[in-house]
């Protein structure tokens, strides 16, 4: 089956003052139709960066080096902004931002913003837009008048749902989160969980979902990436991965999470800080922090390689050797 | 253990009251008032970690803050250590005592000051105190507890302000700074919810280590009833200015009484994709603290709310020994206590 979503190779630096931070670092993978990737990593590991790239919504001091993101035969890295606005963005792929609390506009109701939304990207009337726009709503479990609304009249679960509305209004064949429910209460975070499950099976979406939180990835999705400074230290199956870790930090990441069941373990916790992308470590990047270093981890970067399972893949000198 | 208790808190209410504009004022007979936290009682004991959960406006922080008298409560009392909190006026005796209980704030970019250094940040309590007279003396204190907090060389950091830190440093120098005191009791509020998994658990472990050794009382509040399974030794279950549940931290994690209490244990998710979680019945929102529902304050949201339920307030009553719940589904106990 052809990859709806193919990513080779992407680098995406920023440029700063003190030289480049390397945000994106020879980034690869693919998503088939229906899928739910998780990106998972600490903060500044660059998985919100990806996701930028992808929709290349990026700021001036950003530069994609090398690689391309190829949708449906399409290279978006080598389009014009014209062509990403017009045929990419919303279309095909759409963004559900962090903090749904400050992305929504304060000053136009939500039926507004969804309909501006709309009216951009597809040749129907406001009115249409509008109607639409209720019956989005009723999709995420929001009443239809609600479109009248503005942001603040609304409750952080509620603002969150309309974000999602909003991220749909244009039949996209995959939508980005980014940290969907970092911001909101257990019960809203498991209601809005449970919408974007739902979502997925009825309308056959592919998801991306970017969180540190390896527990909400662990529900939700059915592949996953764990992202190291920039580049992906592990990539496959949610199951085996979270049973049998390859790599010494999705292991560590994965035992850092209290859990409500089973039995109580301590809480272990990952030594050091993580480091600083303008100078990455050289070797394998995880080292000065890993249990498990030696000499060569220093020298030389391992690469994402795949294992004996087609759909798994490591980059860490320890495993096959 | 049992007759000194650290921290007692009788009957605590706060409400706030809502200031309204000049001419709602004329045509408004009373202010509106946002229950905040209404008639809670607990105790808690010397080196014991008792947590408050619940969900953003239960009045856990409005609970954390009045411990340590930053506001002042509407009604009730609050013992540190036999003492009245409210029986003390002068600015002069809270002082005295705030040498003893200290408070740790949950985000660190706002609790630490961005102009001063992070040596002045964690030496400002001894100096407010008079603890120590030397400069050379300050000096040692603020070294030693930044190298309890791991941060280390404390040179390298005493000179830096905040901003140059990360997060997980910066919660650092605020358990520090509540630390230099040697403080009897602690109020750490969600202290590690702006961190990430990774270095949550390690500014976790140094907060219990010293919690250890110094034997210090700790109100811990925060939302995430996992987090709260693995530190406290009991925990107090809040909805909407109540507390709907009491008890041991695993009693009332592995049996939860209460149908709120069963939700938020539900809610968490698991790192464990093969795991099937139970499925969460609760329906909306937590409804306004303004006007709170009439009976039991959870019955808008309650799977398994009856007649009763609409009307009739539930009372914290004691199930067995330690063991307390609000909720008429387990009112056959009849020995109402707080």
């Given at each position: 089956m052809e990859p709806l979503l193919k990513v080779e190779n992407l680098k995406m630096y920023y440029e700063t003052i003190r030289g480049y931070v390397k945000a994106v670092d020879d980034i690869s993978f693919e998503m088939n139709k229906k899928e739910a990737l998780g990106l998972a990593g600490e903060s500044g590991c660059g998985k919100t960066s990806v996701a930028l790239t992808i929709l290349r919504l990026?700021?001036?001091?950003?530069?994609?080096?090398d690689g391309s993101v190829t949708l449906a035969d399409e290279d978006i890295v080598k389009m014009s902004e014209k062509e990403v606005r017009e045929k990419i963005r919303w279309k095909r792929i759409s963004m559900i931002f962090q903090g749904a609390m400050n992305a929504l506009h304060p000053t136009y109701t939500i039926g507004d913003q969804i309909v501006e939304a709309i009216v951009k990207h597809e040749d129907v009337s406001k009115g249409e837009a509008m109607e639409r726009a209720g019956e989005l709503l009723e999709l995420v479990g929001m009443k239809r008048s609600r479109v009248k609304r503005y942001p603040h009249e609304l409750s952080g679960g509620m603002k969150q749902r309309a974000m999602t509305a909003m991220a749909l209004s244009c039949n996209p064949d995959l939508v980005i989160a980014d940290e969907p429910t970092t911001a909101l209460d257990v019960i809203v975070q498991a209601q809005v969980l449970k919408v974007m499950k739902e979502l997925k099976d009825r309308l056959d979406l592919s998801i991306i979902l970017i969180s540190h939180d390896l527990s909400m990835i662990a529900e939700t999705c059915n592949k996953v990436a764990i992202m190291y400074a920039g580049k992906i230290v592990e990539y496959g199956d949610i199951v085996p991965i979270f049973k049998e870790p390859l790599h010494p930090y999705t292991e560590k990441l994965i035992s850092a999470f209290p859990s409500i069941l089973g039995p109580k373990t301590e809480l272990s916790s990952i030594r050091g800080f993580p480091p600083d992308l303008l100078q990455p470590p050289p070797g394998c990047r995880f080292h000065p922090r890993c249990p498990h270093a030696t000499e060569i981890c220093q020298r030389e970067e391992p690469l994402l390689e795949k294992t004996g399972n087609e759909e798994r893949a490591v980059a860490c000198h320890l495993y096959g050797r | 253990m049992k007759d000194e208790a650290t921290m007692e808190v009788q009957n605590l209410v706060k409400h706030f009251e809502i200031k309204l504009g000049f001419f709602k004022t004329l045509i408004t007979k009373q202010a509106p008032v946002v229950h905040a936290v209404d008639n809670i009682s607990f105790k808690i004991a010397k080196g014991e970690i008792f947590g408050l959960v619940g969900e953003s406006g239960c009045g856990k922080t409005t609970t954390g803050r009045a411990l340590v008298r930053l506001i002042e409560p509407t009604e009730g009392k609050i013992f540190f250590q036999g003492i009245d909190l409210a029986s003390l006026s002068i600015e002069r005796e809270v002082r005295k005592l705030r040498r003893k209980m200290q408070i740790i704030f949950q985000d660190p970019y706002e609790s630490l000051n961005p102009r001063m250094s992070i040596f002045d940040i964690i030496a400002e309590p001894l100096r407010i105190q008079k603890i120590v007279e030397k400069e050379e003396e300050v000096h040692e204190s603020v070294a030693k507890a930044m190298e309890d907090l791991d941060l280390i060389p404390p040179e390298e950091f005493m000179y830096r302000f905040p901003h140059e830190l990360s997060g997980g440093q910066r919660q650092r120098v605020a358990v520090a700074r509540a630390f230099v005191l040697k403080p009897e009791f602690l109020v750490a509020d969600e202290p590690v919810s702006m961190l990430d998994a990774s270095i949550r658990s390690a500014v976790l472990k140094l907060l219990l280590g010293l919690q250890k050794r110094l034997q210090t009382a700790f109100l811990y509040i925060t939302h995430d009833i996992a987090i709260s399974r693995h530190i406290c030794d009991r925990i107090a279950v809040m909805y909407l200015g109540k507390i709907v549940e009491k008890g041991s931290t695993d009693d009332v994690i592995q049996k939860p009484l209460h149908p709120y209490t069963e939700a938020l244990i539900a809610a968490v998710p698991v790192p464990d994709p093969t795991a099937r979680r139970i499925e969460v019945v609760i329906k909306g929102e937590v409804p306004s603290a303004i006007n709170p529902p009439p009976g039991c304050r959870f019955h808008t949201r309650c799977p398994h709310a009856t007649e009763i339920c609409r009307k009739k307030e539930p009372p914290l009553l004691k199930i067995e020994k330690n063991r307390y719940v609000a909720c008429h589904l387990h009112g056959s106990s009849k020995n109402t206590e707080s």
């Open positions: 990026l700021p001036s001091n950003a530069k994609i080096v | -």
